[in-house]
Nanobody, 119 residues
Framework: VQLVESGGGLVRPGGSLTLSCAAS????????MSWYRQAPGKERELVAI????????NYADSAKGRFTISRDNAKQTVYLQMNSLKPEDTAVYYC?????????????WGQGTQVTVPS
């Protein structure tokens, strides 16, 4: 099982980035996918979540109106489009997969990708 994030980097305030998370080794279309982030000295927090079909999404208040989560089940990839980035968006962003299969919970984390928005 692998979740491999990419697309992080250094971006100016007000700029945009699109993160990708490529999944392999499990049935991607069964899993709800989320993006979390963790800033230095802070707890990991949920940024956005999308259900297994892509029909339902939800966002943290800090992400609403600026970030968009989407997925392509054929490509086994989930995306996070981030616009109007702020210094407080600086964090390591993690991809997370979760499902209940035959009554058992399964979840996986990616290794993270750094997003830096200098003040």
């Amino acid at each position: 099982v692998q979740l491999v994030e990419s697309g992080g980097g250094l971006v100016r305030p007000g700029g945009s980035l699109t993160l990708s998370c490529a999944a392999s080794g499990f049935t991607f279309s069964w899993y709800a996918m989320s993006w979390y982030r963790q800033a230095p000295g802070k707890e990991r927090e949920l940024v956005a979540i999308i259900d297994s079909t892509g029909g339902s999404t939800n966002y943290a208040d800090s992400a609403k109106g600026r970030f968009t989560i989407s997925r392509d089940n054929a490509k086994q990839t989930v995306y996070l489009q981030m616009n109007s980035l702020k210094p407080e968006d600086t964090a390591v962003y993690y991809c997370y997969a979760k499902a209940v299969v035959v009554g058992l919970p399964y979840d996986y984390w990616g290794q993270g990708t750094q997003v830096t928005v200098p003040s």
